[in-house]
T-cell receptor, first 112, second 113 residues
Framework: DAKTTQPTSMDCAEGRAANLPCNHSTISGNEYVYWYRQIHSQGPQYIIH???NNETNEMASLIITEDRKSSTLILPHATLRDTAVYYC?????????????FGGGTRLMVKP | NAGVTQTPKFRVLKTGQSMTLLCAQDMNHEYMYWYRQDPGMGLRLIHYSVGEGTTAKGEVPDGYNVSRLKKQNFLLGLESAAPSQTSVYFC????????????FGPGTRLTVL
């Protein structure tokens, strides 16, 4: 799996968009970008994933650069409940064992 | 639709005691996983199952056993608990091996004294 680099922490004002970057310069052609988050004392929660096209769902948008070496998770209107650690994971679909490897992640603090 | 549930939520054991953690999912998922998370660290895969009656070792399987007798349930057993097994245990499930979209339970906080 390709290595990812994320900022350690970020702040965002409530109601504003939160833009969380992730660098994955060694990503290969068959690797997807996944985003999960973990709110304190809870299990990780899947947010979104994509291969090369931008994706949007009810939780967030995922913007992947054309060269696929970086991506940005966008929470359009952050709320206090979005305070969590956000993990960017790059994986090949169908990897044996299907183990998710969570790195350090970005600790997002949404402030009133 | 409860998703993934885990019982118990909390447990305190003495060294050498045994216990079983239960994970249940109602999404008809084929794949189920047990992870542990130590303070300030990421998840580490203990064991996983690709279907009813099958199990496989993950990254840190020593000291744990698992069983998948029914598709919806995945049990994690500690035969002789050790303080090093103090952790938060998360169960997860996914639809298929091709899906890296895993759905996690709320966790079980285990302390071994």
């Amino acid at each position: 799996d390709a290595k990812t680099t994320q900022p350690t922490s970020m702040d965002c004002a409530e109601g504003r968009a939160a833009n969380l970057p992730c660098n994955h310069s060694t990503i290969s052609g068959n690797e997807y970008v996944y985003w999960y988050r973990q709110i304190h004392s809870q299990g990780p929660q899947y947010i979104i994933h994509g291969l090369k096209n931008n994706e949007t769902n009810e939780m967030a948008s995922l913007i992947i650069t054309e060269d696929r070496k970086s991506s940005t998770l966008i929470l359009p209107h952050a709320t206090l409940r979005d305070t969590a650690v956000y993990y960017c994971i790059v994986r090949v679909v169908g990897n044996a064992g299907n183990m998710l490897t969570f790195g350090g992640g970005t600790r997002l603090m949404v402030k009133p | 639709n409860a998703g993934v549930t885990q019982t118990p939520k909390f447990r305190v054991l003495k060294t050498g005691q045994s216990m079983t953690l239960l994970c249940a999912q109602d999404m008809n998922h084929e794949y189920m996983y047990w992870y542990r998370q130590d303070p300030g660290m990421g998840l580490r895969l203990i064991h996983y199952s690709v279907g009813e009656g099958t199990t496989a070792k993950g990254e840190v399987p020593d000291g744990y056993n698992v069983s998948r007798l029914k598709k919806q349930n995945f049990l994690l057993g500690l035969e002789s608990a050790a303080p090093s097994q103090t952790s938060v245990y998360f169960c997860a499930s996914s639809y298929s091996l091709r899906a890296n979209t895993q759905y996690f339970g709320p966790g079980t906080r285990l302390t071994v004294l």
